[in-house]
């Protein structure tokens, strides 16, 4: 009874309140101040107070542990919190379950109808001049990154200066790096278009070269390119002199050569045994050309062509020679080739692999 009287009287007194100023008139000179000579803070009308009966009234909280209700005779009964619950959450456990299998399953359907994955693949291809016809495709898939590389015939990382293209070929977040980064700070362009079937073209300024490079972006449904080495048929600002220095008879751009650093082998090249050198190397003779790729400098016989990855790796072609002088490391070392027909070579190949 208490509570609800609180209750209804609250709102009437804040209005009262609130309009209280614009409401009293104005005080006689001679109307008592009801609240003249009390002490501060004392009240006002304690003749109108709440008798002391009702003010007495028990704390309903009174007396009861902490932590407990303090109506429990108000709270909702256990038949409608129970019927209110199942009504927000109206699943069984096993309903559940099954709901989450169904959404795996729209998942993978998803996933599959957006085509199959596709298979990637690593190509390097080789331009004459940055004005050459030829204009290079590179095949794209969306939810799939693919970076170009740009690499000098020497096989120096060549930096890039400026960058064009439909920023919705870049990845997500490097929309600010491509404008803030520093424009020569690398070779290296990542591309991972947004959406499928989009098709474009960038054009690529590289350091040091007045016209630019043009490649084409396509989605083709195929094989998708996850890395492209762009060798340019002409040394780059980073390309070693020493390098530059080429045996009389010596010619760069070799087909053959690159696609060997690419992981291609010619079908007619027969592969040899390496020994010695201490260095990683394969070696096939193809013809009465010896085809060699290995991280060592090759001192001697001087090679006919020669390329250089951009993992530091390089293939020479050299003439079919039994064995071979090379550098690693600073230390020169000797190189044997020998043929597979020997049983012991067959066997150390295998076990290799």
Request: glycine content about 10%.
């Amino acid at each position: 009874m208490i509570v609800r009287t609180l209750a209804l009287l609250l709102p009437i007194l804040s209005l009262i309140l609130s309009l209280a100023p614009s409401l009293a008139p104005a005080a006689e000179p001679d109307t008592p101040n009801p609240g003249a000579g009390r002490p501060a803070k004392t009240d006002v009308w304690p003749e109108h107070a709440l008798p002391d009966a009702d003010a007495a009234a028990p704390n309903p909280g009174a007396g009861r542990p902490a932590g407990t209700d303090i109506w429990p005779e108000h709270a909702l009964p256990d038949a409608d919190a129970a019927r209110q619950g199942r009504s927000a959450l109206p699943f069984t456990q096993e309903q559940i379950e099954t709901l989450g299998r169904l959404l795996r399953q729209t998942q993978r359907a998803s996933a599959r109808g957006a085509g199959a994955p596709p298979q990637g693949r690593i190509r390097r291809i080789r331009l004459d001049a940055p004005d050459d016809r030829q204009i290079p495709v590179i095949a794209l898939r969306r939810g799939y990154t693919t970076v170009l590389s740009f690499t000098g015939m020497t096989g120096a990382p060549w930096p890039i200066a400026e960058t064009v293209l439909d920023r919705r070929f870049l990845p997500p977040g490097r929309e600010a790096e491509a404008e803030e980064a520093d424009p020569g700070a690398g070779h290296l362009l990542y591309l991972a278009p947004r959406q499928a079937f989009l098709d474009g073209n960038a054009v690529v300024t590289l350091a040091g070269l007045a016209e630019p490079l043009v490649v084409a972006l396509r989605e083709t449904g195929g094989a998708a390119d996850f890395r492209v080495d762009i060798r340019l048929a002409m040394p780059g600002p980073n390309a070693d002199p020493a390098l530059l220095a080429e045996p009389e008879g010596f010619h760069a751009g070799d087909p053959v050569l690159l696609g060997l650093l690419g992981g291609a082998v010619p079908p007619d090249a027969e592969r040899l045994a390496v020994e010695g050198g201490g260095q990683e190397g394969r070696a096939w003779r193809r013809g009465g050309d010896l085809l060699l790729v290995t991280r060592a400098y090759l001192l001697s016989p001087g090679p006919w062509a020669a390329e250089r990855g951009p993992s530091g790796r390089w293939a020479y072609r050299l003439p079919d020679t039994p064995q071979a002088l090379v550098s690693a490391n600073g230390r020169e070392a000797r190189l044997s080739f020998r043929s597979l027909e020997t049983p012991d070579v067959r066997k150390e190949i295998a076990d290799e692999n």
